[in-house]
């Protein structure tokens, strides 16, 4: 048993960041173990977590299982948690009552906790006290070690937390089951360093580290190979990237290598301002396969709250850096992060960032009501400001979201864009996928044209989505 710690979890060292191409084994004993039986994964978290889950996935079929949506009919129940807001919490807590049900009824039944919550000290004591049934738990950092861990359970029925605190490596070579056949996350960078005050990101995820060029190219050239039209390079600060590799690249020249393997489309996410060059803003206009869409977390239009976040920049700096972005690269959609009700956030202070918000009218914006993070530096600032107080900026503040995103998308209305269409959409019989710039279009269709990039004539615009039919095949 190992159990995290928040102190550990705090430590960044100068050390080098070890990558390892065969940590990740499966045991000989356990090699078809899933034969005829079959895994259901639950991931509850950022685009980061998602893909920890296609690694996830990919590990189960390894041994042999199958998937299945039903978890009523599984042998295995994965979830892949996240650590983020209260209510990501909530969730995972409402589920375990489903499954401790499930387990009464099968006492073969394994159930497994991964992801950020474990990474939580509290969490681990918890599941540790309070839910001794679930089987395995383990981190961020030790994927690779699941089927070690379920090798064990098979041998001796006690409950396994390996959760470490650790500032991590990097562990190239685990297996991966992509949900998509178009469309693939690529991790560029692991880990947060930026220590924001409200966040866990930085104590679940370890220290900022980034994967080597040579890797993260290969994979891409792979995915091009295997016909994938799009893919989203992925880290919690990928402007950063390159940074602790001293080796003088950079991301502007990992998105100017990225899009010179000619893969279609190249997204990544997410973007801190504080990193954000005038190289890489240059290199994003200039390549027509680098997407004009930029998700730039603002988070507060209130100098007084950013410095008590550690942001970083001022609402100047902020400023100065969207107008660049809007005038060098056309078309260029972007959208935003805030946080509403930050310990003692005044009136005024959110005043601010709804006179930001009316200057800068995003395509689109994440609201959410700040919550509290054990261990993080806010989580111990005074706040005098109740929950109802701040559900009511919080819808003030989702009304003028709404309002600027309806008015972008109506820049959309009977023109031509090229989407490309992912599948069936879930609300009606039509086919959905993204344009260039991130909107979300609901297309009829005849479902030949899945994988492909169409172009797409726009009839209709909502707040969230547009409607839209072929225009003409651009394959
Ligand atoms: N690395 C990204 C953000 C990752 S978390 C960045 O820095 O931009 C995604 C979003 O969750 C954040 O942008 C923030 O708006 C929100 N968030 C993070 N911690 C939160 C907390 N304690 N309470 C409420 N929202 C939070
Ligand atoms: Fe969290 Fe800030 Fe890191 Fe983003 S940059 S993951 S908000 S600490
Ligand atoms: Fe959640 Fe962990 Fe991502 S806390 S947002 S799953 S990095």
Redesign the pocket.
């Known amino acids: 048993m190992n159990l995290p710690n928040i102190k550990e979890a705090r430590k960044r060292t100068k050390d080098k960041v070890e990558v390892s191409y065969d940590r990740y084994q499966i045991p000989d004993s356990i090699k078809n173990v899933g034969k005829n039986k079959k895994y259901t994964l639950l991931t ?3 685009q ?2 998602v893909h920890d889950s296609e690694n996830i996935a990919g590990i189960m079929e390894e041994m042999g299982y199958t998937k299945e949506e039903d978890m009523t009919k599984s042998d295995v129940i994965i979830l892949n ?4 807001r209260e209510n ?1 919490h909530n969730k995972v807590v409402g589920i375990l009552g489903r499954i401790k049900k499930l387990k009464e009824e099968r006492e073969d039944l394994i159930t497994i906790i991964g ?2 919550m474990p990474q939580e000290e509290k969490i681990s004591n918890m599941l540790k006290e309070k839910y001794k049934w679930v089987d395995i738990v383990l981190g ?1 950092h030790n994927i690779y070690d699941l089927p070690k861990l379920l090798e064990e359970v098979f041998n001796e029925r006690k409950q396994n937390i390996e959760v470490y605190s650790i500032e991590g490596e990097i562990i190239e070579g685990l297996p991966v089951k992509r949900d998509s056949k178009y469309k693939a996350w690529v991790n560029i960078q692991y880990g947060c360093d930026k220590f924001c005050s409200y966040c ?2 930085p104590y ?2 370890g220290k900022q580290r980034s994967r080597l060029p040579i890797d993260i190219l290969k994979e891409v050239k792979e995915l091009k190979e295997k016909g994938y039209k799009e893919i989203t390079l992925l880290g ?1 600060n990928v402007n950063a990237y390159g940074k602790d590799l001293d080796i003088g690249y950079t991301m502007a020249n990992l998105l100017e290598d990225t899009s010179k393997i000619g893969i279609e489309r190249i997204r990544f996410v997410t973007s801190h301002p504080w990193d954000f060059t005038d190289e890489m803003i240059d290199i994003i206009a200039k390549y027509d396969n680098i997407m004009p869409y930029i998700h730039l977390p603002i988070q507060s239009g209130s100098d007084n709250i950013l410095k008590k976040m550690n942001r970083r920049y001022t609402i100047e700096e902020y400023k100065e850096l969207y107008y660049k972005i809007k005038n060098k690269i056309p078309g260029v959609s972007i959208t935003t992060d805030i946080i509403v009700g930050f310990p003692n956030e005044t009136k005024e202070d959110f005043e601010e960032t709804l006179k930001v918000y009316n200057e800068l009218k995003y395509d689109l914006a994440y609201t959410f009501i700040y919550s509290k993070r054990e261990g993080t530096p806010a989580s111990t600032m005074e706040d005098s400001i109740s929950l109802e107080e701040k559900e009511k900026r919080l819808q003030r503040l989702n009304k003028v979201v709404n309002k600027y995103a309806k008015e972008a998308n109506l820049k959309y209305l009977n023109k031509v864009v090229p989407v490309l269409i992912e599948g069936p959409s879930d609300k009606n019989n039509k086919l959905m996928g993204y344009t260039d710039t991130m909107k979300l279009v609901n297309i009829e269709a005849d479902p030949s044209y899945i994988g492909k990039i169409v172009d797409v004539l726009i009839t209709d615009v909502k707040t969230w989505s547009m409607e839209g039919v072929i225009n003409s095949d651009r394959k």
């Open positions: 509850y978290g950022c980061m977590n948690t996240c650590a983020i990501a992801g950020c961020t866990i990101v679940t995820r919690q």
